[in-house]
């Protein structure tokens, strides 16, 4: 089955600065990649996705990259805000018969500094 | 627009007793996916299901939980005989479609004593 791996576990940055989050996966047939934000207490929120046609997708100071050669891809924060502080997850999926559950990683602390 | 809903939000139970979770889908989602989140982890998949239908329920343990989703009414995860270890926090998410858009729920926190 799929496996998907997030690193660094944890990461702090300075308000202002850009902060970004890595993942790999393993199923060479895997073709969405979501990312969510999770505040203390809350369910995960969908905050951008990228699907395997295409290498890049920006939404104002969000960006996703996908690599599916090297089966990576990365969430880019730029300007970073007080408010981003929260668990960020990725997770993979692929179209294996009817089935399109997610596959997450576990998980990057992500703190932002004022 | 409602997003995905789950009740209760937090629920104590003590061991040997049955736990109910229930989410109602975002409108226009006929489906459905429940996750387990322990502490300090990520979420794991634990069943997938459409109206009247399990679709895969490849990451439920194979004693004590089910899953429905009736044809009318919420989606209903059950534990029967909780033991200390099914505390964790449990999301629901919807889509519209297989392969679309997941969106969560936020979450029943099961404590078990």
């Known amino acids: 089955g799929e496996n998907v791996e997030q690193h660094p576990s944890t990461l702090s940055v300075q308000e202002g600065d850009s902060a970004v989050i890595k993942c790999t996966y393993s199923d060479s047939a895997s073709n969405y990649f979501p990312w969510y934000k999770q505040e203390l207490g809350k369910g995960p929120q969908l905050i951008i996705d990228i699907r395997s046609n295409v290498g890049e997708k920006k939404d104002q100071r969000i960006a996703v990259t996908l690599n599916k050669t090297a089966k990576h891809f990365s969430l880019h924060i730029t300007e970073t805000q007080p408010e981003d502080s929260a668990v960020y997850f990725c997770a993979a999926t692929g179209r294996t018969g009817a089935n399109s559950k997610l596959t997450f990683g576990k998980g990057i602390t992500l703190s932002v500094r004022p | 627009n409602a997003g995905v809903m789950q009740n209760p939000r937090h629920l104590v139970r003590r061991r040997g007793q049955e736990a109910r979770l229930r989410c109602s889908p975002m409108?226009?989602?006929?489906?459905v996916y429940w996750y387990r989140q322990l502490p300090e982890e990520g979420l794991k998949f634990m069943v997938y299901?459409?109206?009247?239908?399990?679709?895969?329920e490849s990451g439920m343990p194979k004693e004590r939980f089910s899953a429905e989703f009736p044809k009318e009414g919420p989606s209903i995860l059950r534990i029967q005989q909780v033991v200390r270890g099914d505390s964790a926090a449990y999301f629901c998410?919807?889509?519209?479609?297989?392969?679309?858009?997941?969106?969560f729920g936020p979450g029943t926190r099961l404590t078990v004593l």
């Open positions: 409108k226009g989602h006929s489906h």
């Open positions: 998410a919807s889509s519209r479609q297989a392969y679309n858009e997941q969106f």
């Open positions: 299901l459409q109206k009247e239908n399990i679709i895969d």
